[in-house]
RNA sequence: GCCGCUGUGGUGGAAUAGGCAGACACAAGGGACUUAAAAUCCCUCGGUCGAAUAGACCGUACCGGUUCAAGUCCGGUCAGCGGCACCA
């Protein structure tokens, strides 16, 4: 009987699918683990071989814990909004829906071919209208508090997908998706006030187990900077602000620079004397997009504000101003005090310029270049402080300013608020009218969801308006406050919108009454373990912790944090090594793999590849030392033979491997928990036989790992029950250990001979007889002993001259 | 520039908390079986010297240090990957 993996894995997957195997228990009496992947975006070409392997991870991590007697909750769906699917809709004159549609089948059948244990009952679609009311209704609570409002300001906006782009979906200037240009727009926008969460969301990390460079890259991306809001009078009255980390440079500010929206440049345009140099250099830099600005090498440009000055509040000198392009009005106070001796891009400015650079921490050579240590610098030229260390000064400087109302010490953070809308069709409807009495009004609750009309073309306007804009129907509306005319919100919602929280909806995903029941939300909460990619670090993670907080502000839910633990995997890469793309031609269709190999074998495989949590490059030819291995596990069928315990030896490999495989899965080392599971095999073999207690075991372990084959050996072998009924198999640490051990002996720190002793033999007595070996005492023979160091178990090394 | 990560055989990768480097695989070579091929099984497989499965020396990017002992710790250098980037 050859192993057929084909006939063996549809056999499994219809009885998990008939019996609803792994639908989880609404038993809350029962120990919860909640593990979850990243729902996909179900994209027109299918799943990727990336998919799988994530899925796999945490697939046998949760087949692990039913076995270990847990309610696992191990949920998938869809994150369907998005600019492919209206792009296909539109290029092909189907409607969005009917496309999601038939993508999700799709993605959906090929999951199921894998032999994920996923809890179909509870799938979820961000697209369906039962569940985007919740996206709406939680849109509104935040509107309602304040943490949604409307800005005009500019944005990016690409030009190729007409559309607008948060700050964390413009890269290098491009577009993440489309890689299309992005320049800047003029638009108004929902926003959400994430900014107001950034504290928490930087300190509430100390609470949750991520890996460490998630963690990093978070707080990275949220920049909090601590230094000090500082006031500089100017020779107009007006009072000009300055964010710095450097207070105690005070004394070396030579001049200041404003960014080019700056308010004091409209304000004040009466008192510069050259105002039409200044609006011209404004208009300029007011084009170029935010990369164009700040792109690399530049040299520095700026105007000065001829006709105003700035007065430096410590030594009341008077100091020029200008405009330039590389100060920003988006962060800090949108002006600068510059400190040239003290600041890289200061310095730049101030030789290119001409202007004066004043030495206050010395330790440098201003003369060469900016001096940024503040670690060995002392104050000079500083009047009251002088002398004092970088840090003493900074303290004392903002004593000073407290005292004398010139400022106060400031927190700052590089993160900005989040840009909610979307001139798109394909997205939630922003559930906001405006009416001009009442101004912005959010839908009743009652009134939701509000569905996506039907429009003749989904195309988006070179006007920068969503396609709904066009449609009267849609945006005449009345006004839920005061039943007069209004006009609905047009734009919908990012793509990020509906995973901001669809890990709570897997709770209780039919609930029509709440997004979730506080029961259902009490028992599964928070997520035990969430594994997904380092490239939703700063979007997705950062967004849905925000609106679980939010949440939780609100009494919705009850933990500050939606995720107990955040994994993340690497990447799969083409046999090449490169990014697997159709324009490299090095793409692997997971299809083709299973259809070739088998489901089991693409599963172990994708788990056998590498470490978990770095890329991996994909190896056709070695999918076959994969399929080798089943093959093999398929064969102990043959060399089976009676016995309830353990054969003796290979009772020690066996209680090894069951302690290995356990413990590794845990710390996301399934490549060697595999590793452990071939070794076994061929500790086995090597025996030439295989017992029923040894092969149920053995099932057992590689259960999780490759289902089918282990279900299908265990019902062939007549064993009770089904493989994923059992409990995960139990080791006896004191069986994990050889009697006897073979260990190394070494001479100053090199191996001369290896000697096999007992395994709990002692130091006097090991060393005693590695000394009486031959090669070694040939080895010491006239030189005097100076150290002797037992390792237990590894190695004894004398140390001799 | 800043933050994070990585550097080990022909290849993917192992190596608890400093203790025998190269587990487990892939590829390659040799052999068995076969009319033949595939599959399977057995053997070899870091380098140099060597007839050797005797033995010796070298070897974890590079230079140095700590230690009885370093892939692992410390200091420095180089290279690559990812992220951020005129953030004051």
Redesign the pocket.
């Known amino acids: 009987m050859s192993y057929d993996f084909l006939k063996i894995e549809k056999k499994w997957q219809d009885y998990w699918e008939e019996n609803k195997t792994f639908e989880c228990k609404n038993d809350y009496t029962k120990p919860k683990f909640y593990a979850l992947v990243e729902f996909p975006y179900p994209s027109g070409q299918g799943l990727h071989i990336g998919h799988p392997r994530p899925y796999t991870a945490l697939d046998i991590v949760a087949r692990k814990r039913r076995m270990q007697g847990y309610n696992v909750l191990f949920p998938m769906g869809w994150d369907a909004f998005g600019l492919p699917t209206e792009n296909y809709a539109i290029q092909n004159k189907i409607h969005p829906a009917k496309v999601t549609k038939d993508n999700v089948e799709h993605f959906k059948r090929q999951l199921k071919n894998i032999g994920l244990s996923f809890d179909w009952s509870r799938e979820v679609n961000t697209t369906d209208p039962a569940y985007f009311k919740w996206t709406q209704w939680i849109f509104i609570q935040m509107f309602k508090k304040g943490l949604a409002y409307k800005k005009e300001m500019a944005v990016n906006w690409c030009t190729s997908c007409k559309v607008v782009l948060a ?2 979906e ?3 200037g491009e577009c993440e998706r489309c890689s299309g240009e992005v320049v800047r727009k003029v638009k108004s926008q929902w926003m959400l006030k994430i900014t107001e969460y950034a504290e928490r969301l930087i300190n509430d990390l100390e609470e949750v187990d991520y890996a ?2 998630i963690k ?2 978070q ?3 949220i ?1 909090r ?1 601590t ?1 000090a809001e500082v006031d500089f009078d100017t020779t107009i009255g007006y009072k000009l602000s ?6 105690d440079t005070l004394f070396g500010a030579t001049y200041m ?1 404003i ?1 080019p929206e700056h308010p004091l440049i409209d304000e004040y345009s009466d008192k510069l004397e050259n105002a039409d140099e200044i609006f011209k250099y404004r208009e300029d830099a007011m084009k170029k997009s ?2 164009e ?4 090498n ?4 700026g105007v000065e504000l001829k006709g105003i000055n700035a007065i430096n509040p410590v030594n009341n000198k008077e100091i020029p101003i200008y405009i ?16 040239p001796a003290h ?4 310095y ?2 101030a030789k290119a310029f001409d202007l004066p650079i004043v030495e206050v921490v010395s330790g440098g050579d201003i003369s060469e270049e900016a001096f940024i240590d503040c670690d060995t610098g002392i104050m000079v030229n500083s009047d009251f402080l002088n002398g004092l260390a970088v840090e003493q000064a900074k303290e004392k400087i903002i004593d000073w300013l407290k005292e004398n109302k010139k400022g106060e010490p400031k927190v ?5 608020d989040w840009v909610f809308s979307r001139q798109r069709y394909w997205g939630e409807p922003i559930p906001i009218v405006h009416c001009d009495k009442c101004g912005y009004v959010p839908l009743d609750e009652k009134d939701l969801p509000l569905e996506l009309p039907d429009v003749d073309s989904y195309e988006p306007t070179d006007t920068g308006e969503s396609p709904l804009a066009t449609l009267e129907s849609f945006i005449n509306t009345t006004c839920p406050k005061c039943g007069g005319a209004a006009k609905r919100e047009t734009d919908t919602m990012p793509q990020w919108a509906g995973s901001s929280w669809y890990f709570l909806r897997y709770t209780d995903p039919h609930n029509s009454e709440e997004l979730a029941s506080k029961e259902a939300l009490k028992y599964w909460m928070q997520v035990d373990w969430y594994n997904g990619g ?2 939703h ?2 979007l997705h993670l950062l967004y849905s912790r925000f609106w679980h907080k939010f949440l939780y502000d609100i009494g919705v839910v009850e933990d500050k944090e939606p995720y107990a633990r955040r994994t993340s995997h ?1 990447f799969i890469l083409g046999e090449n ?1 490169e ?1 697997m793309s159709k324009s490299r031609g090095n793409v692997i269709n997971p299809d083709d793999i299973i259809g070739e190999y088998g489901a089991d074998t693409l599963r172990l495989y994708e788990m ?10 994909w ?1 056709t ?9 089943l ?2 596990v398929w ?1 102990l069928q043959d060399i089976l033979i009676d016995g309830e315990t353990y054969r003796e030896e290979i009772e020690t490999s066996m209680h090894k491997t069951i302690k290995k495989v356990g ?2 899965v845990e710390v996301l ?1 399934f ?2 928990a ?6 076994l ?2 500790d086995i ?2 025996t030439k036989a295989i017992n029923q207690a040894e092969l149920r075991t053995f099932l057992l372990l590689l259960y999780p790992f490759a289902p089918h084959i282990a279900e299908e050996i265990y019902e062939r072998s007549g064993f009770s029950g089904m493989a994923d009924e059992q409990s995960w198999p139990e080791f006896d640490e004191s069986k994990c250990t050889e009697n006897t ?4 002996i ?1 001479v ?7 000697i096999v002793v007992a395994a709990d033999i002692d130091k006097d007595n090991v060393i005693d007889l590695a000394k009486s070996d031959e ?1 070694i005492a040939k080895e010491i023979a006239g030189k005097t002993v ?2 002797e ?1 037992y ?1 237990p ?3 004894v ?1 004398i ?1 001799a001259k």
């Open positions: 700050n964390e413009v890269i290098g460490d460079r990093a890259s707080i990275n991306w920049g900077s230094g300055v964010y710095t980390t450097r207070p620079v960014s935010d990369f600005r700040t792109e690399l530049k040299g520095k440009t330039s392009d590389y100060v920003l009005m988006s962060y800090g106070t949108g002006a600068i005090m510059a400190v600041d890289t891009r200061d730049e400015f700052n953070y590089k993160l900005r380092m490239e670090t700063t690497g090594g990014k056998f590849i590498g470490d978990f949590e770095k890329t991996a490059p190896s030819a070695s999918v076959k030392g994969c399929k080798r291995f093959e093999r064969g413990e590794d080392k490549n060697t595999i590793a452990a599971l071939m070794s095999i061929n073999y090597a051990i073979e260990i190394a070494q100053n720190g090199r191996v001369r001979n290896r090669k100076i150290k160091i390792v178990g590894k190695l090394n140390v």
